[in-house]
Nanobody, 122 residues
Framework: HVQLVESGGGLVQPGGSLTLSCTAS????????IGWFRQAPGKEREGVAS????????QYAASVAGRFTISQDNAKNAVYLQMNSLKPEDTAMYYC????????????????WGQGTQVTVS
């Protein structure tokens, strides 16, 4: 079955950096859409970055464009989210998601989710 495991979250000061990892198993990883989402307390889950089928198309939310970079390593079945210049408003639980269809940043497009990793910027 599809399994997604996030790691790399933590506490960081404003202006700092973190790299999140999403390790996948149970599906043909390189053919899927992979997205990073985040959810802050009291807010809806929002799309942060997505990568289509190993890099064919990459999209970012306007709030993170220029600061975050998504990348994929098919040999390791992993997707990464490099986060630079972090701000307190980036504080949230970050989730990795996968879909067999073409998806960008629409949450409802994804049907496989990890359990999340917490990022706190303070």
């Amino acid at each position: 079955h599809v399994q997604l495991v996030e790691s790399g979250g933590g506490l960081v000061q404003p202006g700092g950096s973190l790299t999140l990892s999403c390790t996948a198993s149970g599906f043909p990883f390189s053919t899927y859409s992979i997205g990073w989402f985040r959810q802050a307390p009291g807010k809806e889950r929002e799309g942060v970055a997505s990568i289509l089928r190993g890099g064919g198309r990459i999209q970012y939310a306007a709030s993170v464009a220029g600061r975050f970079t998504i990348s994929q390593d098919n040999a390791k079945n992993a997707v990464y989210l490099q986060m630079n210049s972090l701000k307190p408003e980036d504080t949230a639980m970050y989730y990795c998601a996968a879909s067999s269809v073409i998806c960008d940043l629409a949450r409802t497009c994804y049907n496989n989710w990890g359990q999340g990793t917490q990022v706190t910027v303070s």
